[in-house]
């Protein structure tokens, strides 16, 4: 594609890089075949296609306006463009450009605003995040029905965290909303590990992965959350007294696996930022290298489970973000679960962050059609692997939602 961007963005780095990722759209328009709000809303203006055109017009010196904004977003930042497309168009980094220029230009009507202020105080925040929670359970038998259904319940049972034994060890983010919402994921990670041979260690200091805020907008400050995590981590890293950095929520691992680039021009931690992202791992990907072992467990149990039929949910974040898929699923398959076939596997459940808060309509939609897919096959319970994820499809489901290291924890310790 021919680009002609204006005077003010075109030498800056940012300029450089958005315009080598619109010259390598040529247009062909494979993408609009998996954009899921192309196919709710079939405007061409919601489609990877339409919206990289925006996006140019806007970085070539044409008038930004609340249309533009609109669109981008409707955009769940799924990537499943990314997944589809032939070129390698890197659509993510291009929206985070553009979004940024976007709202320094359009202010957004004020209930939007406050909404998006509260978003970024709270969510990233564990301890307002419990306390707000808990309070809204306190008051969940006053609430209307409605709004009861968003609050969840009491968290179920958490089981013993093992003690620090192995000579092998790693480290796992805690992050924002998850030890609040479902503290059992964590903890079942580090039971399972032990058994491998294992000690998961957390770092009290580290702490959201910094992609809520960042996505939101305040970039700085989202920026600012990361730079923490990698102080908290780093002596750890240093003294190389852990192999990896374990991610149990899909959407923290695509945003800490991409470290290097979000600190990419920062002196003090581009070089720390790079290396955190190469020791960062997603759990399925520590667990497939340790699939032998998995196996032998599974076969001395002395009781055999009943095989029962289990749906899996990939999230955006794994198969499209980090381009990570099959793993959980063949773990799964090995633990003695048989994986139901969903339709649209690669289309989002409407999540995607602060989506479902920010766009409830189109989200609705999108956890529909999902929670059809996931059951068309009868399923026992479904599987996911990002607590969002999570949280939303439980919402659209009476089925029993968890994540799929919980699933593995349960079988290795029946
Ligand atoms: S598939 Fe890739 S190259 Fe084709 S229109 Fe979409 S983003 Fe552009
Ligand atoms: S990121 Fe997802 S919603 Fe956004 S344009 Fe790409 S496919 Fe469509």
Known sequence: MQTKLADFIKDTPQGKEADAILRSCVHCGFCLATCPTYQLLGDELDSPRGRIYLMKQMLEGQPVTEKTQLHLDRCLTCRACETTCPSGVRYAQLVDISRDIIDKQIKRKPKFGILRFTLRKTLPNASVFKSLLKLGQLARPMLPSKLKDSVP?????????????????????????????????????????????????????????GAVTFHLNEQQDGLG??????????????????????????????????????LRFDPNYAEKARKIAVLTKDISEILHAELEKIKQLIDQQITKPKKSKLSF???????????????AEGILK??????????????????AGTYSILQPELSQQLLKNKVNALETDKPEQIATANIGCLVHLRDGTALLVRHWIEVLDERLSS
Do not use: F
């Not at 968290?155 to 998850?178: N, T, Y």
């Not at 990361?226 to 002596?235: F, V, Y």
């Not at 003695?336 to 409407?350: I, K, S």
């Open 313 to 327: 949910h990939s999230p955006c974040t794994l198969q499209h973000g980090q381009q990570i898929r099959g793993l």
């Open 334 to 351: 090995v633990a003695g679960y048989e994986l139901t076939l969903v339709p649209g596997a690669h289309l989002c459940c409407g999540s």
């Open 153 to 209: 319940q009491k968290p179920e049972h958490v089981g013993e965290w093992p003690a620090i034994q192995h000579a092998r060890k790693m480290l796992v983010l805690d992050g924002c909303v998850q030890p609040t919402l479902a503290p059992n994921i964590n903890t079942a990670s580090a039971r399972v590990l032990d058994k491998l041979g294992i000690s998961l260690i957390k770092s009290k200091k580290a702490g959201c992965c």
């Open 225 to 262: 959350y990361m730079r923490r995590n990698i102080d908290a981590w780093w002596p750890l890293i240093e003294q190389k007294e852990v192999e990896a950095i374990v991610m149990t929520a899909s959407g923290c691992g695509v945003t800490v696996k991409e470290y290097g680039h979000y």
